[in-house]
């Protein structure tokens, strides 16, 4: 009895997490005068996903998201990680430093978006994916920093002091023996990161324009006088989620080791 309750809840379980997106999946494979039928799959047709790219110009603000969410990661991973490991090893500004690092991320975006609009327009990259990919790095910084803190504390030092004794410097300690060793926390905070600017709104709302707009904008914009274009906002949703899934699935071990790496020294 105590299996069958186990093996329940975990059907259960699989079934609250697979059934939205497998009805979003649905909702974009049927026609939009079908998308709230109660029907599991009253007809087929592909109108939604032609209707995006034809009409709508989803591919060139996917190509927007893509430009920005790997522009973002590649531009706050390096800092990052200096950071994270001034952190780590050097206890660079003591505690105080690291709550201060903490503290930026419990800022509600709504009080920064009107400063980084203001720092934007002031510099003339208002509407612009290198104004976004700037102002997603400086978000996903202090997220990114905490995560690589943790996972370069899991590298044991005296590695360090080993290359150190064979006349290695500091930088070249990191640079040699503990990046190559925290690749797979790398990778998830690569992967995390690029998942944060991936579905960031806000800040993409007010801070690009007609010609660089992101996926989250463009699906926003579905939303008309009419009414919720459901059955486009679900092919947009499937599509949005592919990188992700295709991200996991290649990096999957290296996220494993990252989002372990360090609980067990």
């Known amino acids: ?65 893509l430009i920005v969410a790997l522009g973002s990661v590649i531009v706050a991973l390096p800092f990052a990680a200096c950071t994270g490991y001034a952190f780590a090893r050097f206890r660079t500004g003591g505690r105080f430093a690291r709550f201060a690092v903490l503290a930026t991320q419990m800022l509600p975006p709504v009080a920064l978006v009107l400063p980084a609009f203001a720092l934007l327009r002031g510099a003339g990259l208002t509407n612009s994916l290198p104004g976004l990919i700037l102002v997603y790095s400086a978000l996903n910084l202090p997220f990114l920093t905490w995560i690589l803190m943790g996972f370069f504390e899991g590298v044991p030092v005296d590695m360090e002091w080993a290359a150190m004794t064979d006349g290695a410097t500091a930088w ?65 949703v499937v599509l949005a989620i ?24």
Not at 178 to 197: C, R
Not at 242 to 265: D, E, Y
């Open 1 to 65: 009895m105590r299996k069958f309750g186990l093996h329940f809840g975990l059907i259960l379980a699989c079934v609250v997490v697979l059934l939205p997106p497998l009805w979003a999946l649905r909702t974009s494979l049927v026609p939009e005068s079908m998308s709230y039928s109660t029907e599991i799959f009253p007809a087929f047709t592909l109108d939604n996903y032609t209707g995006l790219f034809a009409k709508n110009r989803f591919g060139t603000f996917y190509v927007n998201s």
């Open 172 to 236: 070249g300690a990191f640079w040699r023996i503990v990046l190559p060793i925290s690749l797979p926390g790398l990778a998830a905070a690569g992967v995390l990161g690029f998942i944060l600017s991936w579905n960031e709104f806000l800040f993409a709302l007010v801070l690009s324009g007609p010609q660089t707009a992101t996926i989250p904008v463009s699906l926003a914009a579905l939303q008309t006088s009419n009414g919720v274009q459901i059955a486009k906002v679900s092919a947009g």
């Open 242 to 265: 592919l990188p992700l899934v295709i991200a996991s699935r290649f990096i999957q071990r290296f996220i494993i080791q990252g989002l372990t790496f360090g609980g067990v020294k």
